[in-house]
């Protein structure tokens, strides 16, 4: 489980989180630990804590619910500890001991920062960020991190960096996260290598950053330099061969833009999907499934043009609609094409003009200049 990991880490240091930090690597080792690891016999047992009894009883999968709840309710009135104080708070996060609260455990952690627990402070700052258990606050989100960051507390660093990296603030984002970048993990490396490239500073670094985080498995990475390759940005010689892998590596979760570009490139390229049209296809209609918008547009195209596949107007109207839903003009102004022409439907000049006038609306720079000259 995502949190018990830090409760069974309180036990281990004697209740002292903040002066025995997580390491670097625990984001990717939580699922491996559990209280169950933590040898239990009467001898160790009597040394604990009563915070640390408590946890123990509370994780135990004998313990009854009654008796959960009087250790959890032991571990409240300990207010003034800020370990309890986190420990609850990730139980009410985490919400598998206890029913979820994200405003309680909002609360709990901010309750604990004040009393200077470096963890507490690490995930009251990460909701801040993401708006859970209450708003968004970026500015205070970062004056938290700011102090673990002093104190040298690696996963607030690069929480630093990514809150900037979403600000767009990439001269922050190097300056925090430049110094020891050879020890990075995956994720600060692309955030890194990312704000170089939208500087364009350093972007042999940063492509060698991507290159690494790839290899690492890093989905937007691959995504990252599949557009790299394929388009020969940043002085890098056009490889198409490398974009599609790339792509194809980011993809594999079905990521909606790796979908969608992976589609585009192999039917500009067909020989990279061995000529077969239907699996770009079939990568666009998941990709629209998945929410990405241009997704349904490219399918419009398709089975409108007729040249890659047998021509279909009834599809087409159908993901020019969808893809008119989402506000694409162009879309709007092909769906009017159709209908002034009758392809493969009835000829109607009333709708024509709607999907004109719906087009110009969305900011279609041709259907303004036709309805122009119709007054």
């Known amino acids: 489980m ?29 699922e491996n630990y559990n209280s169950s690891s933590i040898s239990s016999n009467e001898n160790e ?9 408590s946890i123990l009883i509370i994780e135990d999968e004998s313990t009854t619910a009654q008796e959960r709840q009087q250790h959890i309710k032991k571990i409240s009135a300990i207010s003034n500890n800020p370990d309890a104080t986190f420990y609850l708070a990730a139980l009410y996060e985490e919400g598998v001991l206890v029913p979820i609260s994200e405003t309680k455990a909002r609360q709990l952690y901010k309750q604990a920062a004040n009393m200077d627990h470096s963890l507490s402070r690490y995930y009251y700052a990460l909701m801040l960020i993401d708006g859970r258990g209450g708003n968004v606050n970026y500015t205070d989100a970062e004056s938290h991190l700011l ?60 492509i060698d950053l991507l290159q690494r985080s790839a290899t690492k498995g890093h989905q937007y990475s691959h995504l990252v330099l599949g557009d790299i ?25 079905n990521h909606p833009k790796a979908l969608y570009d992976l589609a585009t490139l192999s039917i500009e390229h067909l020989e990279l999907i061995d000529n077969d049209i239907n699996i770009a296809i079939n990568q666009l209609k998941t990709s629209d499934k998945k929410g990405y918008p241009e997704a349904s547009f490219e399918l419009a195209k398709i089975y409108d043009q007729g040249d890659l596949i047998t021509q279909d107007y009834k599809k ?7 893809s008119a839903s989402h506000g694409n003009n162009r879309a709007m102004y092909n769906l009017a ?39």
Do not use: M
Request: proline share 2%; glycine share 4%.
């Open 2 to 30: 995502k949190r018990l990991i830090l409760s069974s880490l309180i036990i281990l240091t004697s209740c002292s989180t903040e002066k025995n930090e997580l390491p670097e690597s625990i984001d990717h080792q939580k």
């Open 45 to 53: 047992t009597e040394n604990l804590s009563p915070l640390s009894k």
């Open 147 to 206: 102090v673990n960051h002093s104190k040298n507390h690696v996963p607030s660093t690069y929480s630093l960096g990514y809150l900037y990296f979403i600000q767009k603030k990439h001269d922050d984002v190097i300056k925090i996260l430049e110094k020891g970048n050879e020890q990075h993990n995956e994720y600060s490396s692309y955030l890194l290598a990312v704000s170089y490239l939208e500087l364009n500073k350093k972007t042999t670094t940063a």
């Open 229 to 253: 390759y394929r388009n020969g940005l940043y002085q890098t010689p056009v490889n198409t061969q490398k974009s599609f892998t790339h792509l194809h590596a980011a993809a594999a979760d």
């Open 316 to 322: 087409a109207i159908y993901w020019y609609e969808k």
């Open 337 to 375: 094409s159709i209908y002034i022409n009758g392809d493969g439907v009835e000829s109607s000049i009333e709708k024509a003009k709607y999907w004109l006038v719906e087009s110009a609306k969305n900011g279609n720079n041709r259907a303004k200049s036709i309805l122009e000259k119709t007054d």
